[in-house]
T-cell receptor, first 112, second 114 residues
Framework: NAGVMQNPRHLVRRRGQEARLRCSPMKGHSHVYWYRQLPEEGLKFMVYLQKENIIDESGMPKERFSAEFPKEGPSILRIQQVVRGDSAAYFC??????????FGPGTRLTVL | GEDVEQSLFLSVREGDSSVINCTYTDSSSTYLYWYKQEPGAGLQLLTYIFSNMDMKQDQRLTVLLNKKDKHLSLRIADTQTGDSAIYFCAESMGNSGGYQKVTFGTGTKLQVIP
């Protein structure tokens, strides 16, 4: 039973490029969360989605960031026109019983 | 409020017990969790406790919940060097959107000295 999968594990982009981060939840899970973790800091909530629906995007920056979770395929976190401040680890988690979140290994984004 | 606070750092000797503390502000929490994060990895769920429980034990791990003081602790018995990691506590609670929202603490970095 595969856990939460994220790819790529490492992503390098130049300023102004686009970053696409993918997350496949655990089998049978239909809700995902995205978090950002800056070096030496805790997790900051970004967005909570179920298939084809954004439930809570209160943690998403208003510009350049978007997220989707289509009926088929992984959830995508998209960052347009990346800046150096976007460099961070991005984690997704899928929701199981007892409101438990199961985390993926993360994507480490480096913006040059 | 949704603040979850932890001390930043804890150092213990191998074989001793570690106690990591967490305070939270929302009295309507449903579940409280402890996660472990090793360098370069994601968060691994260690254990969780339902808010109507006082204690939960799972092998070397003991979770204590003092609901009156909104205090959660994680005790690791016989701490090993492999326990060195960052430990996050988290709480889930209902919100105006009709779903459970989870808030994470800032993390406690546990260093185990051989």
């Amino acid at each position: 039973n595969a856990g939460v999968m994220q790819n790529p594990r490492h992503l390098v982009r130049r300023r102004g490029q686009e970053a696409r981060l993918r997350c496949s939840p655990m089998k049978g899970h239909s809700h995902v969360y995205w978090y950002r973790q800056l070096p030496e800091e805790g997790l900051k909530f970004m967005v909570y989605l179920q298939k084809e629906n954004i439930i809570d995007e209160s943690g998403m920056p208003k510009e350049r960031f978007s997220a989707e979770f289509p009926k088929e395929g992984p959830s995508i976190l998209r960052i347009q026109q990346v800046v150096r401040g976007d460099s961070a680890a991005y984690f997704c988690a899928s929701l199981g019983g007892s409101d438990t979140q199961y985390f993926g290994p993360g994507t480490r984004l480096t913006v040059l | 409020g949704e603040d979850v606070e932890q001390s930043l750092f804890l150092s213990v000797r191998e074989g001793d017990s570690s106690v990591i503390n967490c305070t939270y502000t929302d009295s309507s929490s449903t579940y409280l969790y402890w996660y472990k994060q090793e360098p370069g990895a994601g968060l691994q769920l260690l254990t969780y406790i339902f808010s109507n429980m006082d204690m939960k034990q799972d092998q070397r791990l003991t979770v204590l919940l003092n609901k009156k003081d909104k205090h959660l602790s994680l005790r690791i018995a016989d701490t090993q060097t492999g326990d060195s990691a960052i430990y996050f506590c988290a709480e889930s609670m209902g919100n105006s959107g009709g779903y459970q929202k989870v808030t994470f603490g800032t993390g406690t970095k546990l260093q185990v000295i051989p």
